[in-house]
């Protein structure tokens, strides 16, 4: 009947994941090594040693179940929640107590940083796209993008990514730091932090996208232009790339 156990378990993932299982295992197999002759070594140096890297073993295993039992519990009451919540804000709550245990801080960040993010992103410019063009400019929510009503949300955002990258120095956290500088109205900010982006993750689209929309709305703001006359429109767009085209062509027939 031992063995059903591990059975059960193998069905929803490793067997020996949780903890408790683990321990369980061990235990299972010490009682089997003392009852059953299969199991017992005849050599006394052989014994000794196995007996020491058991004893190691179990002083490494309760030293972190000690150390970090608590945050792998945190971990299992708290990720179930933060991902069956229909309500986005309490979603965060319970990610964000996560990442109050130094253990998780830098996943559950990374967590909170990565669905922020997309819920702002959505939220004020709705569409997967930097707006670039007239026409994608039109399907921002101006008042959110220069006097965004979630100033909290905003700023915990900021101040998470910036947290990991100075952990890790990893394109996304730069280019998200780069987003609420700009919701922000800091455009130089915003500009620098694209271009680190930039640096750690060069020819990406939406990095480029980024820092130009920073300078159009730094153009905007100095001029008193509106973004809307600033920025192409798509037919614009074509019109230079098709005049382009046919200057290359003309220089390789000189």
Not at 104 to 120: E, M, P, R, S, T
Not at 143 to 150: G, I, T, V
Not at 208 to 229: D, Q, R
């Amino acid at each position: 009947l031992v063995v059903v156990i591990f059975i059960i378990q193998s069905m929803f993932s490793w067997p020996l994941r949780h903890p408790a299982l683990m321990l369980y295992f061990v235990v299972v197999i010490a009682c089997l090594a003392s009852n059953l002759e299969t199991f017992s070594l005849k050599t006394g140096l052989i014994k000794k040693i196995s007996y020491f890297f058991l004893s190691l073993f179990l002083i490494i295993y309760i030293t972190f179940f000690i150390s970090f039992g608590k945050a792998i519990a945190l971990e299992l009451y708290y990720i179930p929640k933060a991902k069956n919540s229909s309500n986005f804000f309490h979603s965060l709550t319970y990610v964000d107590k996560l990442s109050k245990n130094s253990f998780l801080i830098y996943g559950a960040n990374h967590l909170f940083v990565q669905k922020a993010f997309n819920y702002l992103w959505q939220d004020i410019f709705n569409s997967p796209f930097v707006p670039v063009t007239k026409e994608l400019y039109k399907k921002v929510n101006r008042e959110k993008l220069f006097h965004y009503d979630k100033r909290a949300l905003l700023e915990a955002t900021c101040k998470k990514a910036k947290l990991l990258y100075n952990l890790r120095p990893f394109w996304f956290y730069p280019f998200v730091i780069s987003f609420t500088e700009l919701v922000r109205g800091n455009y130089d900010n915003s500009y620098k932090y694209a271009k680190e982006a930039e640096h750690l993750k060069p020819n990406d689209e939406r990095v480029f996208a980024l820092m130009h929309f920073a300078n159009v709305l730094k153009a905007s703001k100095i001029t008193g232009k509106p973004v809307s006359e600033i920025l192409p429109s798509k037919e614009d767009i074509k019109a230079l790339q098709e005049g382009f085209r046919k200057s290359l062509e003309k220089n390789e027939k000189k």
